[in-house]
């Protein structure tokens, strides 16, 4: 039988090579726990990964991965990510990071249907017709994705400053932010979308929760 994976036990074998010839005691300070001050929500394209295209070592980013990096509110994977990095690992930053090219948003611009996904593209197509004025004065599809992609990240953002897990933690005062970023596949770089959160006073007021001290 043709082992079509093998590729990736000899990588692995490389890999570990490498990084203990560079240090032979990375793999044991690695077993001895985590602390990353970053949490990676992004999308789960394969050209994307949090941290090669930040160039961090193992250990520094606590990841999330999702078609198209949406914020669900009842989505409980998500959620537990999301509180495990804030209420145990005790992240500093948490970054939205979409991709120009992002196939969900495309599907999520159109009408055909791709069966299950089709549920979950639902809140991308919410966030278009939140924008819809905006979006359908921009005549070039590829650039109205492009902007979709921006706003669908700002857009998480704010869901992540909705959450009762953020807004707990910064009623506790705990010093976490929140940014939105877009990495361009065309030539590896972040932009940054200016919308970061850090405090409940960045939300409308609708969604704040009076919480006690």
Not at 4 to 9: R, V
Not at 66 to 88: K, P, R, W
Not at 97 to 115: E, L, N, Q, T
Request: one cysteine or more; hydrophobic letters at 35%; a negative charge.
């Amino acid at each position: 039988m043709d082992k079509a994976y093998q590729k990736l036990i000899d990588g692995n074998r490389l890999y570990a090579l490498s990084k203990k010839f560079d240090d032979p005691e990375y793999f044991k300070k690695l077993s001895l726990g985590q602390r990353p001050d970053y949490l990676w929500i992004g999308c789960s394209d394969s050209r994307v990964p949090a941290n090669e295209v930040t160039n961090t070592e193992s250990g520094e980013m606590f990841v999330h991965r999702n078609i198209a990096n949406v914020v669900v509110h009842t989505d409980f994977n998500l959620m537990s990510v999301l509180e495990y990095a804030v209420n145990v690992l005790s992240v500093k930053h948490i970054i939205v990071c979409g991709h120009f090219g992002c196939g969900g948003v495309r599907a999520a611009m159109g009408a055909s249907s791709y069966g299950l996904v089709d549920n979950w593209l639902r809140n991308i197509k919410d966030v278009y017709f939140k924008h819809k004025e905006e979006l359908d004065k921009i005549s070039d599809e590829d650039k109205r994705a492009d902007r979709l992609t921006e706003l669908n990240v700002m857009e998480q953002v704010r869901n992540l400053a909705k959450t009762m897990i953020i807004q707990n933690a910064w009623n506790e005062g705990k010093k976490i932010e929140i940014h939105g970023w877009v990495y361009g596949l065309n030539n590896g770089l972040i932009s940054e979308l200016n919308v970061s959160h850090e405090e409940k006073d960045d939300i409308e007021a609708i969604y704040r929760y009076k919480l006690d001290k």
